[in-house]
C-alpha cells in the first residue's frame, strides 16, 4: 500500500513539473533596466511597450538596447522641461502615497503619478492609469489598462552596466 502511494505521489509530483514545464509563461528575460542611480531593478526588456505614442511627442526614434528595439518618445512637460521616455507594462516603483494628476497628461485619458526607485528613491519616471478607474480605485499602481513611462536618461541596461564592469575587470589586469 504504502509503495503505491510513493508511485502516485511520484507520478503526481512529474506530472505538476511537466505542467510547469509546458506552459505558455516560459518566456526568457531579455534583460534588466537598472537604476542608474542605485543600480537597482526597474523593469524588464520583455514588459517594453512600443505600439503607444503620445499625440504630445516632440520627436520619436528607435533605439536599440541589448539587442531589443525600443521606441523613445521625446515629451514635454508644462514647465518646458523635455525627456526621452520608454514605456513599459510593468516597472518597480516605490508604493508613494501621492495622488495621480490628470492635468498635463502626455496620453488622453489617462492620469498620472510619479515612479521613484524603490530602492534609492530617484525620480525614474511615471505610472499611467485610465483616470476613470483612478477616480473609482485611487491604486498605488497601475492595473492591466495602465503602464510606465521611463526617462531613458534615469536607467541603465543591464549588458551595459555588466560590459562596464567587465571592461574595468580587464584595466585592472
Known sequence: MKCQLL????????????????????TQ???????????ADNSIL?????????????NVQNLTVSNKSIIVQELTNPLGVRFKVI??????????????????????KYSWKLCQCPTCKAHVGWMFELTDLVYRNDPF???????YGIILDSVISESYADSLLMLD???QN
Open 141 to 147: 499602481f497601475p492595473g492591466e489598462t495602465g503602464f
Open 169 to 171: 575587470k580587464l584595466l
Open 29 to 39: 528575460i531579455e534583460g534588466f533596466l537598472l537604476c542608474k542611480s542605485c543600480g
Open 7 to 26: 508511485i502516485i505521489f511520484a507520478v503526481l509530483i512529474n506530472f505538476s513539473i511537466l505542467e510547469e514545464h509546458n506552459s505558455t509563461d516560459t
Open 87 to 108: 514605456l513599459t507594462k510593468k516597472a518597480n516603483c516605490f508604493k508613494s502615497k501621492g495622488g495621480w494628476y490628470s492635468g498635463g497628461s502626455w496620453f488622453n
Open 46 to 58: 520583455n514588459l517594453i511597450i512600443n505600439n503607444r505614442i503620445s499625440e504630445q511627442a516632440v
